[in-house]
C-alpha cells in the first residue's frame, strides 16, 4: 500500500460520455474541481457512436411543435410508465441545450433559413432531431470535448496549469464506489494501462457510465457497454427502477455475422425507408396497435403522402415506436416471412436518389460498403432486432439527478431509469445526456455546498485493493470470455425481446450459477493493459445487471415497450401504476413494487382524456391527475 | 467458409517484443479486429488491443496491418488474397505500450495547443444563422473520429522524434481549418498561427495523411493546401486578410 496514487476532488464523474461530459462543464463552471473518469480514450465513449439525432422542440422545422407536444410524444413512447417530471424537464429544456452547443462550436445540419435542421423519427409528431447527416453523437461528444478543452485552456491562462479544474482520467476502470458513515467518500479503481490502483476522495460522485447491452448477444453497444453503472450503484446502496425494459433496436445489421447488431439508424427510415419481407409485402401496416391507429397511416398512398403533406396525411407505420418494428419484424421472421439471414429488407434505394442518400446517410452507406458488400442506393439492406438501450437504470430524484438513498451520489445518461418509462424514443436519448447531465452538475454543487470533504478509511482502501488482487491470485479457475459468452446465450435466449414466465425463471437460475461460477474466475497475464483482467470485472457487472433484468421481467406480468410477455402479451393498466425497484443486499438483488409518482393535474390535462383511458384505470381517469 | 488463416501479431512492451505467429479460424465477411479478438478469447487471453465501435465511428481500433496504417475494425479479411500472411503491428509514430496498444497522448497534447472556438459575444444562443453550403466546408473536417492513423503515417514526425515538438500533425490542420472556416468562430490568425507555431510549414505535401484517412476528410487539397496558400497571400496582402475576416460574419443576422 506504500505508492497508492491518490486524489482530492469535488466532484468524481464516472463517463466521458454526453452526460460526463456535461456534468463535469456544469460543476466546473461553478467552480469545483472534478475528476473525469472513462475506460477508454476520451472522445471514445458510446455517445459517438448515435447517429439519427438529438431531440428537442426548437419548432424549425413545424412551427407547431412546443414542449408540450415533445412531453406527449415521450409519455406515449414510454407507455405511460416514465416518471412524468423526468420527461417534463427534458420537454422543457432540451432546445436550450441544443442551443447551447451551438454556442460552444457544434455545426447542425440546417434549414433554409439557416437554423438547425430538424428530422423526422419514430415516435416524434413534428420533425425534432438536430442532426448532423448521420453522425450527430460525434459532433455532440467532440463538441463537449472540446468545451473541456477549452475550459482547461482558460485554466491554465488563469492558474499556469491546465488541470486545475478538470482532469481527465482516460483509461481508467472505476470498481468500487465508496461511502463512509453512509455518505459518498469516493471512488477506487485501476488504470488499464498498468494495473495500477487509484484511490479518489470526493464528497460526490456521478455516474453516467452508460449502458448494458454488452450482457446481450446480438447488441449495437460497444465492450463498453457492461452496466457497471447500474452495478456500482446497486452496490453502493442505491436502487435501480425498472430494469425489465431494455430496448430492441428494430434494424441491427444480420449479415455478415461479425457485424451482427451493428446498427442501422432509424434516420433510415425517418428519410423514408421502408420494410418488406421476402414476399415483398410492406408488413408494417399489419402491425399498427390499437393505441395508435389514429396516428398512422393504414394504407401506403396515404402513408407517401406524409413525407409531402404532414398536416393532412397520418404518419407512415414504419415510424412507430421501436418496440412496435421490433415485435412485427420478429413475428415476420418467425412466421417464415424473413430473408435468407433472418432479417427482413429495408430499402431506401427506390425512393430516394443516389446522391442525396450518400449526403442525408453518409456513414450508413459506408458501413453497408465497407462491412456487408451492399450498396444502399441500389439494395435493399437486411436488418434485424438489435439490443441497444436500457431504459432502466438508477432511480434519481428527477431535479436533481441524486440517486435516491446515497447522499452525495448522483446519475445521469443512460445509468440513469425513469425518463424514458418503458421505451424510449429515438433522439430521446442525446438530449437526456445534456439535461439530466446538466443538473446532475448542479445537484452536485448544491450537495458539495453543504458536504465540502471527504475522507475514506484505510480499511475501505483495503477491501477495494483485495477485490482487484484475488483474480490474479487464484490458480487454474474459470475463464472469463466463455462465462461471458454463456451469458450472453442464456439473456438472448430467455429474457430477450419475447419472454414467458418460465424461461425467466430458467434464466435466473442459469445467471446465479454463472455468478458462483465467476467466483473462480482466473487471470492469465499480468496487469499491464489485460483485457482478460478488464473482463473479469465488467463480467461481474453484467451478471448484477442480467439478474435485476431477469427478476424485475419475471414480476412484470403484462406486455408493455421493451418487456414483451408471451404468457401475458396484454398491457395492463394495473400494470402502469407499478415500478420496480432493485437492490442489492451484499448477495443478490432483490426487486420489489412501488407505485409510480401520479401524474400531476396540469399534465394530465394536456392529453386527450380518450388517450389516457387507453392507458389509466377508470378511478385515475376520474382522479384526473394528482394536485 | 471457414477457413485458417496464418496471422503475425507484435507482442511485447516499451522495452522489448517481436511478431508471433499464430492460426485462426475467419469467417466469410470477417474484419481484422474479428481475428484478434478471437486469438485473444482462445490463445492469447492478454493479448492488448484496443477497440470501441466495430464500425469504424470512434477511431480506436487503429494500428498497421502489412505495414499500412489501418482500422482494424474496417479491414475485411478477404481483401488480402489468399494465403497471404497477416501482420499486425502497433501504431509506428507512438511509444508502445503493450502489443498493439500505443501511447497517443501526444495527440491529446496537441489539441490543448489549438486556441478554441470563440463564439461572437452578442450572439445569443439559438440566434445562429448559417447556410448549409457554409457550414459543408467544416464539417467536412469534423467527421475526422481522432483515429490519428494521419498522424502516424506522417513522415515529418513518423520517425522524427524531434520533430513532434513543433509540429501539430495533419489531424490538427484539419481542426485549424475548420475553425478557420467556421462561419462564426471569432478568432483571427489562425492560419498564421497554423504557419508560426503548429508547423504547417513543415508539411510538404505528400498526401500521405489524405490516404490513409478512413472517414476520406481530404486532409490536404481541402485544408493544408487552401492554408498555406492563403498565408502566402495574407503576408503580402493585409487588406485581403481583413476583406477575408469580414465576409466570415456573413452568416450573422
Ligand atoms: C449505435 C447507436 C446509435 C445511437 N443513436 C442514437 C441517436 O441517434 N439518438 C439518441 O438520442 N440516442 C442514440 N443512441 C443512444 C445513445 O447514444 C446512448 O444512450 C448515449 O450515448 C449514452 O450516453 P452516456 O453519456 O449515458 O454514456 P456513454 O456515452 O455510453 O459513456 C459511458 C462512459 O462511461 C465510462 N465508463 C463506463 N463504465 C466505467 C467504469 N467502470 N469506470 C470508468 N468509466 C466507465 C465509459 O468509458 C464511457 O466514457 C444510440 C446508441 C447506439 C449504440
Ligand atoms: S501531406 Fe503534409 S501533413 Fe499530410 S502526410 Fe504529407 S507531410 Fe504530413
Ligand atoms: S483526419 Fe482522418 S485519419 Fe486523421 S485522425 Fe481524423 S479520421 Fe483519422
Ligand atoms: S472499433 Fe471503432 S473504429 Fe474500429
Known sequence: MTSLEKHKYDVVVIGAGGAGLRAAVEARAAGLRVAIVCKSLFGKAHTVMAEGGAAASMGNVNEKDNWQVHFRDTMRGGKFLNHYRMAELHAKESPDRIWELEVWGALFDRTKEGKISQRNFGGHEYPRLAHVGDRTGLELIRTMQQRIVALQQQDAKESGNAESHIKVFAELTITEILK????????????????????????????????????????????????????????????????????????????????????????????????????????????????????????????????????????????????????????????????????????????????????????????????????????????????????????????????????????????????????????????????????????AVEYVKKNPTATVSEKAIADAAARIEAPFSRAGGENSYSLHAELQEV????????????????????????????????????????????????????????????????LREESRGGHTRDDFPGMSSKWRQVNHISSFDGKNVNVKAQPLPPIPKELFDLFDIHELEKYMTPEEIVKGGSN | MARKLKLRIWRGDATDGGLKNVEVEANDGEVVLDLIHRVQATQMGDLAVRWNCKAGKCGSCSMEINGKPRLACMTQVSSFPEGEEITVTPLRAFPVIKDLVTDVSFNYRKAMEIPSYEHPKNLAPGEARMEQIDVERSQEFRKCIECFLCQDVCHVVRDHEENKKSFAGPRFFIRIAELDMHPLDMLKNRKQKAQEEHGLGMCNITKCCTEVCPEHIRITDNAIIPMKERVVDVKYDPVRWLGSKIRKREGIV
Open chain 1, 491 to 554: 439473456t438472448h435466449n430467455l429474457v430477450g425481446i419475447i419472454r414467458t414466465g418460465k424461461e425467466v425463471e430458467e434464466a435466473i437460475e442459469k445467471i446465479a450459477a454463472i455468478r458462483a461460477r465467476s467466483a473462480n474466475v482466473a487471470v492469465a497475464g499480468g496487469r499491464q493493459f489485460n483485457p482478460g483482467f478488464h473482463l473479469a470485472f465488467d463480467l461481474d457487472n453484467m451478471l448484477l445487471v442480467a439478474e435485476s433484468t431477469a427478476k424485475s421481467a419475471l
Open chain 1, 180 to 443: 463512509e458513515n453512509g455518505k459518498i467518500a469516493g471512488a477506487y479503481g485501476y488504470w488499464r494501462e498498468n494495473g495500477n490502483e487509484v484511490l479518489f476522495e470526493a464528497p460526490t460522485v456521478i455516474i453516467a457510465t452508460g449502458g448494458v447491452g454488452k450482457t446481450f448477444k446480438i447488441t449495437s453497444n460497444s465492450w463498453e457497454g457492461t452496466g457497471d453503472g447500474h452495478a456500482l450503484a446497486l452496490k453502493a446502496g442505491a436502487n435501480l427502477v425498472d430494469m425489465e425494459f431494455l430496448q430492441f433496436h428494430p434494424t441491427g445489421m444480420v449479415w455478415p455475422p461479425s457485424v451482427r447488431g451493428i446498427l442501422v439508424t432509424e434516420s433510415v427510415r425517418g428519410e423514408g425507408g421502408i420494410l418488406t419481407n421476402s414476399l415483398g409485402e410492406r408488413f408494417m401496416f399489419k402491425y399498427i396497435p390499437e393505441v395508435f391507429k389514429d396516428k398512422y397511416a393504414d394504407n401506403e398512398a396515404e402513408a407517401d403522402r406524409w413525407y409531402l403533406d404532414q398536416d393532412n396525411n397520418r404518419r407512415p407505420p414504419e415510424l412507430l415506436p421501436r418496440d412496435e418494428v421490433s415485435r412485427a419484424i420478429n413475428a415476420e421472421v418467425k412466421a417464415g416471412r424473413g430473408t435468407e439471414h433472418g432479417g427482413v429488407y429495408l430499402d431506401v434505394s427506390k425512393r430516394i436518389p443516389a446522391d442525396v442518400i450518400k449526403k442525408r446517410l453518409p456513414s450508413m452507406w459506408h458501413q453497408f460498403y465497407e462491412l456487408a458488400g451492399v450498396d444502399i442506393t441500389k439494395e435493399a439492406m437486411e436488418v434485424g432486432p438489435t439490443c441497444h438501450y436500457v431504459m432502466g437504470g438508477v432511480e434519481v430524484e428527477p431535479d436533481t439527478a441524486a440517486a435516491i438513498g446515497v447522499p452525495g451520489l448522483f446519475a445521469a445518461g443512460e445509468v440513469a431509469g425513469g425518463m424514458h418509462g418503458s421505451n424510449r424514443l429515438g433522439g430521446n436519448s442525446l438530449s437526456d445526456l445534456l439535461v439530466f447531465g446538466r443538473r446532475a452538475g448542479m445537484g
